[in-house]
Nanobody, 122 residues
Framework: QVQLVESGGGLVRAGGSLRLSCAAS????????MGWFRQAPGKEREFVAA????????YYADSVKGRFTISRDNAKNTVYLQMNSPQPEDTAVYYC???????????????WSQGTQVTVSS
């Protein structure tokens, strides 16, 4: 099993940048694929990005492609979401998740972080 703790959320202006971190503990981190999801007020949780256990494969939602970058450092047991040029529409609670495969479906992930608020102001 894996415990996931996020940091790096907060308020950022549109066009700025922000990096979210998700630190894992409890069990081996490198054997898990990791995903980032987000949930805005009144909306369902949606896929943002995912990365394979080795970091060799990455996947992105169309809405963030070209702006956000997912990466991982297995030596540090940490996965990152680099948010470049965020827009107000990116405002949401962001969650990281661990699972067997880097899929886009939230219900297929096994472990979840507590979430961190990201607010993008114009």
């Amino acid at each position: 099993q894996v415990q996931l703790v996020e940091s790096g959320g907060g308020l950022v202006r549109a066009g700025g940048s922000l990096r979210l971190s998700c630190a894992a503990s409890g069990r081996t981190f490198s054997s898990y694929a990791m995903g980032w999801f987000r949930q805005a007020p009144g909306k369902e949780r949606e896929f943002v990005a995912a990365i394979s256990w080795s970091g060799s494969s990455t996947y992105y939602a169309d809405s963030v492609k070209g702006r956000f970058t997912i990466s991982r450092d297995n030596a540090k047991n940490t996965v990152y979401l680099q948010m470049n040029s965020p827009q107000p529409e990116d405002t949401a609670v962001y969650y990281c998740a661990a699972g067997r495969r880097p899929i886009t479906i939230a219900t297929m992930y096994d472990y979840w972080s507590q979430g961190t608020q990201v607010t993008v102001s114009s």
